[in-house]
């Protein structure tokens, strides 16, 4: 099922063949810059197995990205809920991830954008957050051009406390009913 389609994407349901390049994806160091390290191909199986339960259980998640162009994979833009400890958690979360090959086409700033809207009206949500480690200058710029605004910064609790990573960001939307 598509969810949302803008000018130049397609955010669907995920399909089997979207395995082996969002493996490959998760395994590339420069995609994984600012996390705390690549996946394996079976963390990778693992984390596409969250991702299709989330959508069972809340009817949203973080849906597949193809390109209008070529129908080719490009990564995944959408919605998780965040539940680990922290002042603003639990809290539904706004995320990308796109390969190396996507970079620098706006299909980060395209996709979440549309997906909020979405999220706000049709899937009711009146609060979306969205966060990532204070480096990632990239994230953070997409987080301001679909208006979202700084909140605070915070030590993730999953990170590793002496890590650059372990400083992040929080950024928040709302929309008024």
Same mark, same amino acid.
């Given at each position: 099922?598509?969810?949302?389609? +803008?000018? %130049?994407?397609?955010?669907?349901? &995920?399909?089997?063949?979207?395995?082996?390049?969002?493996?490959?994806?998760?395994?590339?160091?420069?995609? =994984?810059?600012?996390?705390?390290? +690549?996946?394996?191909?079976?963390? +990778?199986?693992?984390?596409?197995?969250? *991702? +299709?339960?989330?959508?069972?259980?809340?009817?949203?998640?973080?849906?597949?990205?193809?390109?209008? @162009?070529?129908?080719?994979?490009?990564?995944? *833009?959408?919605?998780?809920?965040?539940?680990?400890?922290?002042?603003? /958690?639990?809290?539904v979360e706004i995320?990308?991830?796109? /390969?190396? @090959?996507? &970079?620098?086409?706006?299909?980060?700033t395209e996709g979440?954008?549309?997906?909020?809207?979405?999220?706000?009206?049709?899937?009711?949500?009146?609060?979306v957050y969205s966060? /990532?480690?204070?480096?990632?200058?990239?994230?953070?710029?997409? =987080?301001?051009?679909?208006? =979202?605004?700084? *909140?605070? /910064?915070?030590?993730?609790?999953?990170?590793?406390?002496? #890590? %650059?990573? #372990?400083?992040?960001?929080?950024?928040?939307?709302?929309?008024?009913?």
């Amino acid at each position: 099922m598509i969810y949302i389609e +803008t000018p %130049r994407l397609r955010l669907r349901d &995920w399909r089997e063949a979207d395995l082996g390049p969002f493996i490959r994806m998760n395994e590339d160091e420069k995609v =994984m810059e600012y996390f705390p390290k +690549t996946l394996s191909e079976e963390e +990778t199986i693992a984390f596409y197995e969250v *991702i +299709t339960n989330e959508f069972k259980d809340l009817g949203y998640g973080l849906y597949a990205v193809e390109t209008k @162009e070529n129908n080719a994979f490009i990564g995944f *833009i959408g919605f998780h809920q965040a539940t680990f400890e922290a002042d603003f /958690t639990p809290c539904v979360e706004i995320g990308w991830r796109l /390969t190396k @090959e996507a &970079w620098g086409k706006g299909y980060a700033t395209e996709g979440a954008d549309a997906c909020l809207q979405y999220g706000f009206d049709k899937l009711g949500f009146t609060d979306v957050y969205s966060f /990532t480690a204070e480096i990632n200058k990239g994230s953070k710029n997409v =987080m301001k051009k679909i208006g =979202m605004r700084f *909140i605070q /910064t915070f030590e993730h609790p999953r990170v590793e406390k002496n #890590s %650059r990573l #372990s400083k992040h960001v929080l950024f928040h939307v709302n929309h008024i009913k």
